[in-house]
């Protein structure tokens, strides 16, 4: 049997990093820094009580800049992090940043149906670009904003923090190592109970919907675990609170997902339950995490007494998030979550709304 291992926080992000993303995107070339600038784009809960403390955190990069349509959390941020006049920007001047050599990243933390045209937008500017996901609302409008990246040589990555956390890392790596062998299936579960009425995650014009924001982590946590992208996909939604969710807006979502290797999946999201887990059994084997997708406290185990535990406090997986997505740019270097990682969870998403409208199993 094999000896009982634990994942050290020494774990290489490094090494780890071919086995999370199989995409390749280089960095454009940037002016020589030791710190890259970053813009944060939406100053809502995600931006005040993360990012900006993240960025307090980095190595890499630091807080430059502001782009918000409320002057009073203009004047709050200004003065809690030292932000000069000449770095703050409306909704309306936003494109003036294209002067600004102080701001090397934008990072857009906007509802999901503003980030194509801000990404656009901020690549147009010259620009690098972080984009909060979902990536976007449909496939269409990621695949313009790779394309628009690609034509301004500027990099563009998604904010998928899990990518960049090392007990993800360890229970992916595990995985592809072949410590359970031949994965046969995966349930993942993201969710929890959203009490509110009028966000932009009840606004379906919005990008509203659990499939666009928990959804994304099921979808990642069956792609990641099998190494695989599915072929086919059915998928039921339903609401306890139609008053709120409406007009196809989904509360709960059930999806199960094939793969090519002949895995299945079993993904659940929801704003009506709390749910998070990730369960893979496979031919020798089983890995569970839980919780799974958390902003701290990330752990798990697997087959043979392997132990997947490293600790750490908010916001460190922003943190490293962004120090990784910095780096990559400086050094001209592979990002590790590329654009074309957010138009594959948009692809299913979309082709999950189409099987639970239609009732039938749809291919990709």
Not at 132 to 150: L, S
Not at 182 to 197: E, M, P
Request: hydrophobic residues 35%.
């Amino acid at each position: 049997m094999t000896s009982r291992r634990t994942i050290l926080q020494t774990l290489s992000l490094a090494s780890a990093s071919t086995l999370v993303s199989p995409h390749t995107l280089l960095a454009a070339t940037s002016p020589k820094k030791d710190k890259l600038g970053v813009a944060l784009v939406g100053l809502g809960y995600y931006s005040t009580d993360l990012l900006a403390p993240a960025l307090q955190q980095t190595r890499n990069c630091y807080l430059a800049g502001i782009v918000t349509g409320t002057p009073a959390k203009a004047e709050t941020w200004k003065k809690k992090y030292n932000i000069p006049d000449k770095n703050i920007y409306s909704y309306q001047t936003f494109d003036q940043i294209a002067n600004n050599p102080d701001i090397d990243v934008v990072y857009v933390v906007l509802p999901p149906s503003m980030h194509e045209e801000y990404v656009v937008r901020a690549a147009k500017a010259g620009k690098h670009v972080w984009v909060e996901k979902p990536m976007a609302v449909t496939a269409r409008e990621c695949q313009n904003m790779i394309d628009t990246c690609r034509k301004n040589k500027r990099v563009l990555t998604v904010g998928y923090r899990l990518h960049h956390e090392p007990n993800t890392q360890a229970y992916v790596k595990f995985l592809r190592d072949g410590g359970i062998g031949k994965i046969n299936l995966v349930n993942c579960a993201a969710g929890y109970y959203d009490a509110r009425t009028d966000h932009w995650k009840q606004k379906k014009e919005m990008g509203g919907g659990v499939m666009y924001d928990m959804g994304v982590y099921a979808i990642q946590g069956a792609r990641l675990s099998t190494g695989e992208e599915p072929v086919a996909l059915t998928a039921q939604q339903y609401t306890t609170r139609p008053d709120v969710y409406k007009n196809g807006l989904d509360e709960t979502s059930l999806v199960q997902l094939e793969f090519p290797s002949g895995a299945r999946a079993a993904i659940q999201s929801s704003y009506g339950m709390n749910m998070n887990f990730l369960h893979v059994t496979g031919q020798k084997g089983q890995l569970e995490m839980e919780p799974y997708s958390a902003y701290n406290g990330v752990k798990g185990e697997g087959s043979n007494g392997f132990k997947i535990d490293v600790p750490y406090k908010m916001p460190t997986q922003q943190a490293m998030q962004m120090d990784n997505d910095a780096k990559a740019i400086m050094t001209n270097s592979p990002v590790l979550v590329p654009g074309e990682e957010g138009l594959a969870d948009i692809r299913v998403v979309e082709a999950i709304y189409k099987a639970a409208k239609e009732g039938k199993r749809v291919t990709l």
